[in-house]
Structures are given as C-alpha cells and as structure tokens.
C-alpha cells in the first residue's frame, strides 16, 4: 500500500473513531437516564472533580478551549444544577466552582465508559501492540502539542 493511501486510511479511521465516541459516549450516558449532560459536559464535570481550586481559566486551558466557551458550558451546567460557583475566600475576584451531589454518578459512569473501552482494547491486543500503541498516542500529543496546539502549522 502506497503510503498517500495509507495516510487516507488513518485519517479516515481517525476521523470515524472521533465521531463514534462522541455518539457511543452520549448513548452509554442515556442508558444511565443522563439525558442532560453532553460528552464535553461529563468531561468538564470529571476535570473539576479532579482538579479542585483551580481558576476557570486554568481548567479551560487544561480543556483546550476559549475561556468563553468554558464559561458558556460552566453556565449551562450552573443552570442544570451540576455547579455552584462561589467566590474565593482569600480573592473575591476569583470563582471556585463547586460540585453538587448529582455529580459523582454521572462522572463514575463517564468514568466507567473510558475504561472498558481502553480495557477492552488493551485485551484486544499482544503485549508489544500495547506498547506500541502507547508510544503512538504519546507521540500523536507531542506532534500536536509542539505543532497545531502553537499555530506552526
């Protein structure tokens, strides 16, 4: 296989990959009756889970995305009754945002449907695909990271 045509084969699996996760992720979480809460939601739930006290900036840098599309979901998820955002207590200029007790279900299944899908992956494959899968998604990030991330594409 030529490598153009092999270049067309990843990208296109990659491209299918990208939208089968997006649709089998939203209908695992409707199978839990979490018919409010999007993929990217269930993620920004999990990310201020794990990263308590953080600035809203720091977590929609952690995410990739423009502080006002975080701010739009954040506002969302306030409305939905996920968040609470609070002031600092030291900076009043500062907002913590806080979960709420509907939360840790959601973001254990979100949770739930990341790892069977790596664990049934991982039990798909020999012990040196594993690796060298492993070594080709840290690579994948660093090529994005030190290109696309920073503009020098």
Do not use: W
């Not at 929609?60 to 701010?71: E, H, M, P, Q, R």
């Not at 979100?110 to 069977?116: I, K, L, M, Q």
């Amino acid at each position: 296989m030529e490598i153009n045509t092999t270049s067309q084969n990843i990208r296109n699996l990659f491209f299918e990959f990208q939208s089968n996760l997006l649709f089998y992720e939203r209908k695992f979480l409707k199978n839990f009756q979490i018919n409010d809460i999007t993929p990217n939601e269930a993620k920004i739930l999990h990310l201020i889970g794990t990263l308590e006290n953080k600035s809203m900036h720091e977590l929609a840098d952690k995410l990739k995305i423009t502080y006002g599309t975080f701010s739009t979901n954040i506002n969302s998820l306030v409305k939905k009754g996920y968040i609470v955002r609070t002031k600092h207590k030291i900076d009043g200029r500062v907002i913590v945002l806080k979960l709420t007790k509907k939360c840790p279900d959601i973001i254990k299944k979100h949770e739930v449907f990341h790892y069977e899908l790596i664990n049934k992956l991982i039990e798909s494959l020999s012990k040196g695909k594993v690796v060298i899968l492993n070594e080709v998604l840290k690579q994948l990030n660093q090529i994005i990271k030190s290109n696309y991330y920073k503009g020098n594409y």
